[in-house]
């Protein structure tokens, strides 16, 4: 199943990162994963919210370039060697990672691995001919 991820471009100067939290927060938007990616420029957001769409509707309404996107969110067992079993079950699928990020703090021992491949299709269906849990879209909202 995939999750929606929101990727909101921000300029690099002081203060914006500021300004995109404090607009979702004022709007009741919580974030269970980021990631930011950089150049001297701008950057990239990248979040995993409880509501997607109001944040992408409320971020575009705040003159930020916005957009929405299918990411897979995998359960990982949070040991030495956890990410790698999954990581080359989707080679096996030649399936490429175009970018992932990370969270642990998850119960009984494992962590969630966000992903963006080449072919989210043929991941989800490597990963779930290999029994590896992705979670939906409901459950990683609440994380």
């Known amino acids: 199943m995939v999750v929606?991820?929101?990727s909101v471009f921000v300029e690099n100067v002081p203060g914006k990162l500021v300004e995109v939290s404090q607009i979702l927060g004022e709007n009741g938007i919580d974030m269970s994963?980021?990631?930011l990616a950089d150049s001297s420029d701008f950057g990239i957001l990248r979040l995993i919210v409880n509501d997607p769409?109001?944040?992408y509707?409320?971020?575009r309404e705040h003159a930020f370039v916005v957009k929405q996107s299918d990411v897979i969110a995998v359960v990982i067992d949070d040991r030495p060697g956890g990410l790698t079993s999954v990581l080359q079950i989707i080679a096996n699928a030649k399936v490429s990672v175009e970018y992932m990020y990370a969270f642990v703090g998850g119960k009984d021992g494992h962590a969630v691995v966000v992903l963006r491949t080449d072919n989210q299709e043929a991941a989800l269906k490597a990963l779930e001919d290999n029994h590896v849990s992705t979670l939906d879209p409901k459950d990683i909202y609440r994380l």
């Open 4 to 6: 929606k991820q929101i």
């Open 33 to 35: 994963a980021l990631s």
């Open 57 to 59: 509707q409320i971020l």
């Open 53 to 55: 769409d109001k944040a």
